[in-house]
Each structure stands twice: as C-alpha cells, then as structure tokens.
C-alpha cells in the first residue's frame, strides 16, 4: 500500500514509519522539519510542510489521491509560536476529510486520545475531539486509536521528563504523584496500525491501547529510576499551587516556541491522570500489551540514557543563563559610558569609540534576546560564537594585557564558549 503519515518526524510518527517501510508499504512521511529523520529513514519519501497551513481540502488533494491511506500520528500541546492547536488538529483534518471524500475514500488512522474527563476543555483535548468526531461523520472508513502513555526506547515530551525527574538524586519532587498512569508500548501502537491497514481492525473501530498494569505517576518515576541503574529515592509530593509557577514559566516559553512538556496543559492532564475510557480493547485483535516494566527491560539503558535525563532539566537553565550573560553584559557597560568607551579612546577618536561600545551593547543584549526565542536560538547561538570570538581576537590585538588583568575579563570568557557550545549540542529537540 501507498500511505501517508503525517507526524512521521515525531516520537510515535517515526515508529510507525519505521515498521511500515519493513513490512513492504510505501511510505510518504508529512513533517515540518523532515531533515533529520530523512537521514534515518532514507527509504521513504518525504513532505516538508506545516499542517497549520494545510486548511483547505485543495491543499490536500495531490497526496490524497496518491496514497491509498493516511495515518495521523500529529499533534501539539498547547497553543504557541510553534504550534497553532484549532489550525493543526482541526482544520487541517477537516480539510483532509473533505479531500478524502472527493477522492472516493481514503482509510484514515488517527491516533488520538482520551478527550474526556476534567480536563476535556482544554485546547488540546477539545480540538483532538472536534476532529475525531467528524471523522465519525464523514462517512469515510476510519480506525482511532487512543493510547494511553506511550512508552519505548526512545522518548519524547512528557517521557523524557518522566526520565528527567527519575535521574534527580536522592529526592524526587513531584506534584500529583498519586495520579494514576496507563502506559502502553510503541511498539503495540505500531502493531495496531498494521492490524488496521490490513483489515484485520475493521473499519468505525475506537480502541483504546492499554496495558493492564496501574501506575502512579511516582511509581512510574520509580521504575524508570530502576530502569536508569539508580537507587532507590524518596518522593515528596508537592502541592500543586508550588508548581504553578513552573508552569507558567512553561507557557512563557511556550510563546517563545520552547514545548515544554511542564506547561498548564500537560499539569492539568496529570491532575486526573493518563488513562483509558471503556471503548474496545486491543487485547480484542491479539494484540500483546506490554506493561511499563517489560518495555523498559526489553531495551535496557545505557551511559546515554543517563547523561540526556540529567541535562534535560538542566537545558533551559542553561538558555537562561546564556541569555542573562548577554544582556548584562549588554546592560552594565550603559550605565557608565564614558568609562566603558576609555578601552577604545587609544585607538579611535571618542566619538568613535562611545559609537563602538553603544553598537557592541546593542548586539550583546540582541542575542541575549534572540537565544531566547526558539526560531532564533541556533542563530544566536553561532551568533555568540563568532561575536566571542571577534572580542578576544581584538582584546587580544588591541589590549593584550588584559589576559594577564587580576579580575580576568578575556579569561572568564572562555567558560562562556563552553556554555555556549553545551547549549549547541542539546539543541535538538527530535
């Protein structure tokens, strides 16, 4: 078969990419940034484009009418500069149901969720329910699929912070540490698709994926802990009130095009739990549910494993921190001017030389700026790079004493190129 995947860069996406271009199906993969995964699946064809400009069914047609399935695995938090919610869930999926329709009939798998429950208004449960519920309408043969947390041997979200406050040491703070957790390996999800695609799911199927086995959230941290070769630590429940600032530190970030998986949308998802509703049970189609556990030591960790859990928090302290050395270092040279011009008065006129220093302010408080802005943030950084190493060069040339100044100006710039270089290298958010 000819199937389309939208999603097909993203942490489920890929999986079920992977499996589908082994069992002999072509496969087109639909992303915003497909680079990347081009490389590791180099086999499949691939779309760049983003499903928030994909409204209209016309948009739509060429690849309709060229695949003869369609499996949804895209989706978004919360609203944000990367992420529009109503334009990607909703009316891009409309769109393609019109375009599916007037193309005789396309099977569409959409992986979707539980859409009700307390936290069911929320943009991202509202918008997956909206789309799921006129696909039921369009007539067009369907399968969704609601998995509970997924879970595998990569990560991805809300499991990569699951293995990032598993590898804390000593004591693991969490708020809604008793809310229950349905986990389901990718690996099923992956399955069920094929089922689905092969007929064996019949079409106007809702099934929901999840293990048997009933987690905490603080056992689920618990096992992954055990999983990253750690002892055992205690967990002290927070109140959700103190973590509501972290949250919204998220959503700021999430305006910045930074998705957090700490932002109020997942928090309050977390408050009732991740957990399936009573519609049709994998179990129905054979399908063997792994529990959290046996996924896990089905793909044991390595030293990696380790080194992404502990730096994954450390991440956005690291884009602050870069980002406060830059406008300070922006800032402070303003308040006293003529002093700061005096390192250029030997070598140009004193017009010259206040012009210079307002201009190198200006540029270190833009890329204190820039770094912060997720579009932006490898080009500040580079941009860091290059200024830093334009201003030990001509310290170098112009003053070469201030090497050897006790309070070390040029030399306490190096550990910045570091900072800057970790912050390069942790980039990368798929």
């Known amino acids: 078969m000819k199937i389309l995947i939208l999603g097909a860069t993203g942490f489920i996406g890929s999986e079920i990419a992977r499996k589908l271009a082994l069992q002999g199906h072509q496969v087109t993969g639909l992303g915003r940034d497909p680079q990347r995964t081009k490389y590791k699946l180099p086999d499949m064809q691939w779309v760049s484009t983003d499903l928030a400009r994909m409204g209209e069914p016309s948009a739509w047609q060429a690849l309709v009418e060229s695949h003869d399935a369609i499996v949804n695995c895209a989706g978004a938090l919360q609203d944000g500069l990367a992420d529009n919610l109503a334009a990607t869930q909703e009316k891009s999926m409309l769109a393609l149901y019109q375009a599916a329709q007037a193309a005789g009939g396309r099977l569409i798998i959409q992986i979707s969720a539980r859409t009700a ?193 502990r730096l994954y928090l450390m991440k956005p302290a690291i884009i602050l921190c870069l980002s406060l050395f830059w406008l300070l270092s922006g800032l402070i040279p303003l308040f006293d001017l003529p002093r700061a011009s005096g390192h250029f008065l030997p070598f140009m006129p004193s017009t010259a030389a206040f012009a210079t220093t307002v201009a190198t302010c200006v540029l270190d408080m833009a890329l204190g700026i820039a770094v912060l802005v997720r579009p932006f943030a490898r080009r500040a950084m580079l941009g860091m790079l290059m200024v830093t190493a334009a201003y030990l060069a001509g310290g170098t040339v112009l003053e070469p004493g201030l090497w050897l100044d006790p309070l070390g100006p040029l030399v306490k710039v190096l550990p910045s190129i570091l900072l800057t270089l970790v912050a390069l290298a942790t980039l990368d958010e798929r």
């Open 117 to 309: 429950g307390a936290a069911s208004s929320l943009p991202f449960l509202a918008t997956k329910r909206r789309a799921d519920e006129a696909l039921v309408e369009s007539g067009l043969p369907y399968v969704i699929l609601r998995p509970a947390l997924v879970i595998g041997r990569n990560s991805h979200g809300g499991t990569s912070l699951l293995r990032a406050l598993a590898s804390m040491p000593r004591i693991l703070p969490l708020t809604h540490a008793d809310s229950p957790v349905q986990t389901v390996a990718i690996g099923a999800v992956a399955q069920m698709v094929l089922l689905a695609l092969s007929g064996s799911i019949p079409p106007r199927s809702d099934v929901d994926l999840a293990a048997d086995e009933k987690h905490t959230l603080g056992s689920l941290v618990l096992l992954h802990r055990q999983w990253l070769g750690l002892p055992t630590a205690r967990i002290i429940s927070l109140p959700p009130a103190i973590a509501r600032p972290v949250s919204w530190l998220a959503d700021l970030a999430g305006r910045l095009g930074w998705r957090s998986p700490l932002r109020s949308t997942a928090m309050q998802v977390m408050s009732e739990g991740v957990i399936t509703s009573a519609r049709t049970d994998a179990r129905h189609y054979g399908v063997l549910l792994k529990t959290a556990h046996q996924t896990l030591q089905a793909s044991p960790s390595g030293v990696q494993d380790l080194w992404f859990a």
